[in-house]
């Protein structure tokens, strides 16, 4: 049976961190929205220069441009059976767009774990966020470091801070996320499938949290 889990949190909740776990051990695809801009900004794309400028200043991108780009990446057969959503739906229209694009195959969004930091340390994990500009991993400078300083474990490609992981976009990120995103909390809730985790213990331990929330939602 097809699964599709949303993975809701603020920036830095470690969405991403979790996904690409997840990814590993369920053989569930991640979408990740931001990551797809990203590859789209490397490759020069159309939508890459549209999407640019909300990106760097740390505003949603229009939901058409970005439900477009998501409603091509579902076309693609690994998806069918089932995904991990990584900070995709992030406005209610997008949530009701996403139902209806799973709707078509007769899907539907089946639990949405969601991943609690409180507002302090988002900013905090955002701050010391390195990501490898190859496989997309992410680590922090304090809380989860490579083991050799300022390159990746798997693959040794050199880290990077992200462009909208400047202050200034970190803090309007985690503005915009709790005006926007947040209300999809309880637009979830009503909907029976959200189940918060604490966010704020170690990654393995968030990990088997989420694992267990997603298998007992199979
Ligand atoms: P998101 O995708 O939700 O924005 P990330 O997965 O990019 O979050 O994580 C943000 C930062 O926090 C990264 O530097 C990551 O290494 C770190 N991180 C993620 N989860 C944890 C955790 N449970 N404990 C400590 N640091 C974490
Ligand atoms: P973080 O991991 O810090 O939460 P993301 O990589 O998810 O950041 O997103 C980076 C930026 O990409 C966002 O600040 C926003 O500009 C854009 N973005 C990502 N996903 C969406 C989405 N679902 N809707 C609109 N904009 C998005």
């Given at each position: 049976m097809a699964i599709y889990v949303v993975l809701m949190g603020g920036?830095?909740?470690g969405k991403g961190t979790q996904a690409k776990k997840l990814q590993k051990q369920m053989g569930l695809p991640q979408i990740s929205t931001g990551d797809l801009f990203r590859e789209n900004f490397k490759n020069e794309t159309k939508l890459g220069r549209q999407a640019r400028p909300y990106v760097d200043s740390g505003e949603l991108v229009p939901d058409e441009i970005t439900l477009g780009m998501v409603g091509e990446r579902l076309k693609?057969?690994?998806?069918e059976g089932g995904a991990i959503f990584d900070?995709?739906?992030?406005t209610i229209a997008q949530a009701d767009a996403l139902e209806a694009l799973l709707a078509e195959n007769?899907?539907?969004?089946n639990v949405v774990p969601y991943i609690h930091v409180d507002k302090d340390l988002l900013l905090k994990r955002l701050a010391g966020r390195w990501t490898c500009p190859v496989c997309g991993r992410v680590y922090h400078d304090l809380f989860n470091p490579p083991q050799k300083p300022g390159v990746c474990d798997v693959d040794g490609a050199k880290l990077y801070q992200r462009e909208d992981d400047t202050m200034d976009t970190q803090r309007r990120r985690i503005e915009v996320y709790f005006e926007q995103t947040a209300p999809l909390l309880d637009y979830y809730r009503g909907k029976g499938l959200l189940i918060q985790i604490?966010?704020?213990?170690?990654i393995e331990q968030v990990f088997e949290d989420l694992r267990k929330a997603i298998e007992e939602a199979r």
């Open positions: 920036p830095g909740a693609r057969p690994d998806t900070g995709f739906p992030r007769g899907e539907r969004v604490d966010g704020e213990q170690s």
